[in-house]
């Protein structure tokens, strides 16, 4: 009989494990995730927040499989008849999400997030990677052995190469494809954790939604433009998944998106690319950029990187004034920044005060280019399920509290903190004489 393994968890009670995932877990590539911080320096603001990827990872695998395992149970005729699955084929796909959903995050630079702004571009695209890119990179250079020739595989066949396609979303994987939905939508299973957990280890409750009704109305459809399969919810989940975009909202605004916070993203992401510049040894690095997801050799040298790495290095006064910053938390305080969304006029003073305050600055922050946004998204909204004439919509044709909701467009200025009395006093005259200082 198979082993099966418990690990406690304190928003599921355990996460279940069989052999062949016990290795992929116990394998030194994911254990590089308990020295990730899910949300970087957040413990600057946040004291708790001191939660891993580890974690993380264990839980968006824990809840992929529950929504896998009811769109399978609630939806199997159709699954069979639009997408001819059949029992192994379903079996083969579960073990599949399972896998990726657990590595998801395996490719996640140090700070999380933070660090992604230090990825080079591909030339392929001429876009910068992605964590995700490094993510499946890692697997296929790194992991094929603990994927591919477990005992347990035999029944399955399942290739490093999968694992890679479904976490870069590769076509190659075919009707497969579907189930990348559950670790990559507007309504995933990495959300769906990471909005849960992040409040449960914060102290807030800005990221709480009702999980298990989302999980009982969760469904898949076919988009009538594309004629692809997508993840919806059925109507009767409408609220639940209203509540899921309101978290994510309020945790973007009063967390993810808090200034202090944000200071110590960009200090932190300052700090990594001065220590690249002199610890890297690889094209690129001079630039104070990590080496791209293209060999094995790379990875394995992108990997050596984690945050005790760079605490270290930040401890040992290698990092420079942003090091100095963090270790003395010290950091940059932002001294004007407009309404969330704001108008013209809110934008011409933000100019103002910017050119008023000059080489005071050291930063300007908008919300677009946080790490974590928050941006106008839908979800998928089946109407009248299993009748003749169900209906695919979004959710914001029936919800005016979507239809309300507006991207964050927030800009911040920041000034050292030695300057930051005299800089809003600038800002306060400015005020005073409606924008213009006599």
């Avoid at 393994?5 to 394998?27: A, M, S, T």
């Avoid at 069979?80 to 084929?89: I, K, T």
């Avoid at 009538?224 to 309101?246: K, S």
């Avoid at 945790?251 to 001065?274: E, G, M, N």
Wanted: charge should be negative.
């Amino acid at each position: 009989m198979a082993k099966i393994y418990e690990i406690r968890d304190p928003l599921y009670g355990f996460v279940v494990l069989n052999e062949w995932e016990r290795e992929i877990v116990d394998h030194w590539v994911f254990q590089r995730l308990r020295r990730i911080r899910q949300l970087s320096l957040t413990d600057m603001v946040y004291p708790s927040a001191m939660h891993t990827r580890f974690e993380h990872s264990l839980g968006v695998m824990h809840i992929a499989t529950r929504m896998f395992d009811r769109i399978t149970r609630r939806r199997k005729e159709f699954l069979v008849s639009e997408l001819n699955y059949d029992d192994a084929g379903l079996s083969r796909d579960r073990v599949l999400v399972r896998i990726a959903a657990l590595l998801h995050d395996v490719g996640h630079a140090p700070f999380s997030h933070a660090g992604e702004g230090l990825m080079q571009k591909n030339p392929h695209t001429n876009k910068s990677y992605k964590h995700e890119n490094y993510s499946a990179a890692a697997v296929f250079h790194l992991m094929r052995d603990v994927i591919e020739n477990h005992p347990f595989n035999q029944n399955y066949n399942i290739k490093a190469e999968d694992v890679a396609d479904f976490l870069n979303g590769n076509s190659r994987l075919g009707r497969s494809l579907l189930w990348r939905h559950l670790v990559s939508s507007q309504l995933d299973a990495d959300r769906a954790d990471y909005l849960l957990r992040d409040s449960h280890h914060i102290g807030v409750n800005y990221g709480k939604y009702d999980l298990d009704r989302i999980l009982v109305t969760l469904t898949v459809a076919i988009k009538e433009e594309t004629q692809d399969p997508v993840l919806a919810v059925e109507e009767g989940g409408e609220h639940a998944a209203e509540a899921f975009i309101l978290a994510r909202y309020m945790l973007f605004t009063q967390v993810y998106f808090q200034h202090t916070r944000r200071a110590y993203d960009i200090h932190s992401a300052k700090a990594l690319k001065a220590l690249l510049k002199i610890e890297g040894r690889w094209q690129g690095a001079e630039n104070g950029f990590f080496p791209p997801p293209d060999s094995k050799e790379n990875m394995e040298q992108y990997l050596a990187w984690d945050d005790w790495r760079v605490l270290g290095l930040i401890h040992s006064g290698s990092a420079g004034e942003h090091g100095r910053v963090i270790q003395h938390r010290s950091h940059h305080r932002s001294i004007f920044e407009t309404p969330e969304v704001p108008d013209a006029d809110d934008l011409e003073f933000a100019e103002e005060v910017y050119d008023k305050l000059g080489d005071r600055v050291s930063f300007v922050d908008t919300a677009e280019s946080s790490w974590y946004k928050f941006e106008h998204s839908d979800i998928p909204l089946l109407i009248r399920p299993d009748q003749p004439d169900e209906e695919l919509i979004t959710l914001s044709k029936r919800s005016a509290v979507v239809r309300g909701l507006k991207a964050v467009t927030r800009t911040r200025i920041y000034v050292p903190l030695d300057k930051k009395d005299e800089s809003r006093d600038i800002v306060f005259m400015l005020r005073k004489n409606g924008g213009e200082e006599k």
